[in-house]
């Protein structure tokens, strides 16, 4: 039996650390971070929000250890619904990043909160 996709991406957040756009926006500009766009190429061109590194979700682990080099470092990851980013953030969290945080809001949000 297949699992619903929402369903599914409900219970990978229960052990991971959410937060609205807003609030990321605030932390970024406090005590930095990253804001990884896990879209692909076309989708971030077509609208990315200021500061936004992208490292597309099917290419996520092969690129973010020479991006994010330490395992601390605060990572804020986001994509057009949240769902990418959900199972982006689980698999930075089994890699060993400890500071990983899913923006749980449609992309709109995030763009507009980090617009400068």
Known sequence: MFKDLSNWVQEIRVGLNCIDASSAAEQIKTAGGTLIDVREPEEFNNASADGAVNIPRGVLEMQIIPTITSPDAPIYLHCATGGRATFAAKQLV?????????ITCPVESVIGSFKQ
Do not use: W
Request: cysteine-free.
């Open 94 to 102: 089994e890699l060993g990043y400890s500071n990983v945080m899913v």
